[in-house]
Antibody, heavy 125, light 111 residues
């Protein structure tokens, strides 16, 4: 059974930093791209970032480019999102999502067949 | 404002069929038959219901079907059941600069 378990969310002040983690199990982690998708309170879904199965390719939404960094440790089956220079508009539930594809170049890597339960990030003073 | 346009809400009675539209542009829905549909129950994570426009993942009921015409994709749910009440989101691959775009979501109410 595929399981994705996020952690690391919490309350942070504007301009602060936070690192999210997503522990994966039930599938060959290194064989699939992984993404972070966020959902602001009462709002829709917004894709944040993708990383290829090897970790060699990463892409970001314009809204987080230069502030967020996605990474993965395939030896630990864990996905990360380092979030710096946080803004109020980054407040959201952050989901890690398993892609159907392997690379960032593969369109199937932007369709997500399993999602974690999410972790809430609140940016406020 | 979301990149893909969905109706804010739809409703139907048990047993009926409903269709949710998802309108994009020639840069996303119109260029790629790579629309996905997700169901989000209250307080839960999204669940993939349709991918590549028309394909159902294993375990998803065949009451759910997808289609596309030009820049608009659609999700049809037939034989509506109370358990189908949820928010539904479409997404589309949008190329290697925008990557993926989502719709704003549609709240389905089963009367």
């Amino acid at each position: 059974e595929v399981q994705l378990l996020e952690s690391g969310g919490g309350l942070v002040q504007p301009g602060g930093s936070l690192r999210l983690s997503c522990a994966a199990s039930g599938f060959t982690f290194s064989s699939y791209a992984m993404s972070w998708v966020r959902q602001a309170p009462g709002k829709g879904l917004e894709w944040v970032s993708v990383i290829s199965g090897s970790g060699g390719t990463t892409y970001y939404a314009d809204s987080v480019k230069g502030r967020f960094t996605i990474s993965r440790d395939n030896s630990k089956n864990t996905l990360y999102l380092q979030m710096n220079s946080l803004r109020a508009e980054d407040t959201a539930v952050y989901y890690c999502a398993k892609a159907r594809g392997y690379s960032g170049y593969d369109p199937s890597s932007y369709s997500f067949d399993y999602w974690g339960q999410g972790t809430l990030v609140t940016v406020s003073s | 404002q979301s990149a893909l346009t969905q109706p804010a809400s739809v409703s139907g009675s048990p047993g009926q069929s409903i269709t949710i539209s998802c309108t994009g542009t020639s840069s996303d829905v119109g260029s790629y038959n790579l629309v996905s549909w997700y169901q989000q129950l209250p307080g839960k994570a999204p669940k993939l219901m349709i991918y590549e426009g028309t394909k159902r993942p294993s375990g998803v009921s065949n009451r759910f079907s997808g289609s596309r015409s030009a820049n608009t994709a659609s999700l049809t749910i037939s034989g509506l059941q109370a358990e189908d009440e949820a928010d539904y989101y479409c997404s589309s691959y949008a190329g290697l600069s925008t990557f993926v775009v989502f719709g704003g979501g549609t709240k389905l109410t089963v009367l």
